[in-house]
C-alpha cells in the first residue's frame, strides 16, 4: 500500500476533532480543580489510577491541606494514609508534599502557569503540566496524551506504530498534523469517546462516529 501524504492525515484528524466536537461540545475536566494547586495534585493522583477513584480521596484530602503552604507541612506517611487506596499511592504521597513544597520555596505558593517550570515540580510531567495549564489557566500549549488519546491516536493511525508506547512522541505526532484550534479539546472529548465506544479491549465500532474514516474500525483489539 502506498504511504498516506500527511495532507490526508491532517484532514482526518481535522475531520475527527469536527465530529468529537459536534458530539460533546466543551467537556468539562473530570477532577476537583477548585484551585491550580488542587489541579496538580488530583492529575498528579491520577497516573495509572482512574479519575474517580482520585475524586473519592481528595475531597478528605484537601480538607486537611487545601493549600500548598497547608501540604508544605504535612509528612509523605500522612498523606499517604489518605490516598492509600490509589495505586502507587507511597510515590505519589512523596511526591504531593514535595511538590508543595517547591511551590511555596520558589513559586511563592502559586502554581507556575508556564510548561517550563511545571514539569520541575516532582511527580509532574509534560502530560499534567498541559492538563493544569489548559484547565486551570486557559493556557493550550500542547495536547495531554492519556492512555485514551494515546489509543485513539494510533487506532486513527495519527501516529507511527513505532510511537504507541511513547505518549510524548504520540503528541508531537498530533500537534504536527492537527490546526492549533483544535489542541484546547482534544483530551477530555478523545477521553469521552474512549469510555463510551473505544475501549481498550471491546471497542463498539458499529456505534463509532468515526467509523468510516477510521482505519482500525471492525478490526478486534489486541
Known amino acids: 500500500m502506498p504511504r498516506e501524504t500527511n495532507a490526508a492525515k ?7 476533532c469536527r465530529r468529537l466536537n459536534e458530539r460533546y461540545g466543551p467537556v468539562e475536566c473530570f477532577l476537583d480543580h477548585a484551585s491550580p494547586f488542587r489541579l496538580v495534585i488530583s492529575v498528579l493522583l491520577s497516573a495509572q ?10 475531597p478528605a484530602l484537601f480538607e486537611r491541606w487545601p493549600t500548598p503552604q497547608a501540604m508544605a507541612g504535612a509528612t509523605a506517611a500522612e498523606v499517604a494514609e489518605v490516598i492509600k487506596s490509589l495505586g ?4 505519589k ?9 517547591m511551590i511555596v ?3 511563592g ?27 486551570a489557566f486557559g493556557i493550550v500549549d500542547g495536547i495531554a ?7 485513539i491516536a494510533h487506532r486513527l493511525k495519527l501516529s507511527p506504530k513505532t510511537h504507541e508506547k511513547e505518549p510524548l512522541k504520540t503528541e508531537q505526532d498530533l500537534l504536527k498534523i492537527l490546526p492549533r484550534e483544535y489542541w484546547n479539546d482534544v483530551n477530555h472529548q478523545w477521553i469521552m ?8 479491549r471491546k471497542p463498539l465500532c458499529g456505534e463509532c462516529p468515526l467509523a468510516d474514516i477510521c482505519p482500525s474500525a471492525g478490526i478486534s483489539a489486541k
Request: glycine share 6%; net charge neutral.
Open 10 to 16: 491532517r484532514e482526518r484528524a481535522t475531520e475527527t
Open 109 to 135: 505558593g502559586e502554581v507556575p502557569a508556564d510548561m517550563k517550570e511545571l514539569v520541575k515540580l516532582p511527580g509532574v510531567g509534560r502530560k499534567t503540566a498541559n492538563i493544569v495549564l489548559n484547565v
Open 105 to 107: 520555596a520558589d513559586y
Open 145 to 151: 496524551v492519556d492512555t485514551h488519546v494515546n489509543r
Open 88 to 91: 502507587f499511592y507511597k510515590t
Open 193 to 200: 469517546l474512549g469510555r463510551e465506544i473505544c475501549d481498550a
Open 93 to 101: 504521597a512523596k511526591h504531593c508534599v514535595e511538590a508543595a513544597q
Open 49 to 58: 489510577t482512574t479519575d474517580a477513584q482520585v475524586n473519592k480521596v481528595t
